[in-house]
Every structure is written in C-alpha cells, then in structure tokens.
C-alpha cells in the first residue's frame, strides 16, 4: 500500500530544477507532501486533494493526477535550503492515515 | 514550547526494560499518531488517537502500549523490544482527521531508540 517514490536521490546545482513523483497503486483521497533534513522533524509541505484543491507553500509546486494515482512535487530554481529527504504521503481513505513513500533525496550543492 | 516536543530524544534499552516515550503537542489539535522510521524503510504509521480515543491500531505488536490520557498528550510504552525495534519513533498531531485527508500533520523531532 506505501506509494512509489522516484527518483531515489538526486544531486542539483543551485539554480536547477527538480521533480519528484509518487505514484500509488490504489485510488487517493490526497496526496501530502514533507521534507525532512537529517537528525530533524519531518516539514508539511503541501496537501494535494482530489477535486483539485491544494494547500501549502507558495513557492513549492505540485501536481496530482487522480485518474493515474500519481503525484509530482515540482522544485525550482533550486537553493541549498532544498537539501533533505522528500516524502510522499497518501490517504487512500479521507480518514488522514498516511502511508509514506522511502523517500528522495535531494542535495543542493554549490 | 511550540509545535510537537518528544523526550526523551535518545534511548538505550535492554530487551527486559520497560521504559516509555512521550509526546506533546502545543498546537491544540485533536489527533495524535505514532510512527517508526527504520533506516532504508517508508515511514510506518503505528497508532492513531483522535480525541483520546484509539481509532487505529495499524498491526503492532502488544509490545508497543500506546495512551492517550488528554488531546495535548501521547505516550508510547515499551516492554520486552527486540532488537529489530531499533529506530526512529516520531510523534505527530493533525487539527482533526477525516475531511478527505486535508488535515496537515506536524512532527515532533523523535526518540531515537537503540534495543540492545
């Protein structure tokens, strides 16, 4: 029931972009995203719901495709900041149980 | 305080030691939950409280005793671990639940727990 997350770990300048997809195997309800950086909390970063709402930063965007079950977290114009493991969360019953994906690792360098 | 606090943050015990962790949040939300983060495995979701009540309980061992005594608390009792046990234990509360899975959960930093 966990999501499919790709790619697995990706390295970036500063500057570049960057997309992350989910993909699940069972219908959602929504789609969250977080950011964790080694030895912290996981960070909320946007809620995709079906219907086409979305909720979260202004400078993180996202897709959700209900039909294929697919989420795809755009990162863009990239900053050191954006260093941290990504993960997908997703509701396949509207009650707010996640199931995560293992996650993409994203570093920015220099 | 602000957000979700956990302590303690490390934690060594022997497979015979009960020992327990505990989670606070100061956001005023009504749901609380517990996962295991394992190295190289997703995230697990263990247990899940809305308004003190346990509303799931997603195939844990009996050696994991979650309590819930107010919205604002949330513990999770150790007893007889093994050593695959060994992980990262995060706590995170959510405004409510349901409402087609809008609510956004907020973490509390973990206790990482080494079974010996």
């Known amino acids: 029931q966990q999501p499919v997350q790709s790619p697995q770990a990706v390295i970036l300048r500063e500057g570049e972009d960057a997309v992350i997809n989910c993909s699940s195997s069972?219908?959602?309800?929504?789609v969250h995203w977080y950011r964790q950086k080694h030895g912290e909390a996981p960070i909320f970063l946007m809620i995709l719901l079906k219907g086409g709402e979305q909720k979260g930063h202004d400078k993180i965007s996202a897709s959700f495709n209900e039909k294929k079950q697919q989420s795809s977290l755009y990162l863009t114009a990239s900053q050191l900041s954006y260093s941290g493991t990504y993960f997908c969360g997703t509701d396949q019953t509207g009650a707010n149980n996640l199931f995560f994906g293992t996650g993409t690792r994203l570093t920015v360098i220099p | 305080e602000t957000g979700v606090t956990q302590t303690p943050r490390h934690l060594v015990m022997g497979m015979t030691n009960k020992k327990s962790l505990k989670c606070e949040q100061h956001?005023?939300?009504?749901?609380m939950y517990w996962y295991k983060q394992s190295a190289k495995k997703p995230l697990e979701l263990m247990f899940v409280?809305?308004?003190?009540?346990?509303?799931e309980n997603n195939s844990v061992p009996s050696r994991f005793s979650p309590e819930c005594p107010n919205s604002s608390h949330l513990f999770l009792h150790l007893h007889t671990l093994q050593p695959e046990d060994s992980a990262l234990y995060l706590c995170?509360?959510?405004?409510?639940?349901?409402?087609?899975?809008?609510?956004?959960?907020?973490f509390g930093p973990g206790t990482r727990l080494t079974v010996t």
């Open positions: 956001l005023g939300h009504n749901a």
């Open positions: 409280y809305s308004l003190e009540e346990r509303v």
């Open positions: 069972k219908a959602l309800y929504s």
């Open positions: 995170a509360s959510s405004q409510d639940r349901w409402q087609g899975g809008s609510y956004e959960q907020y």
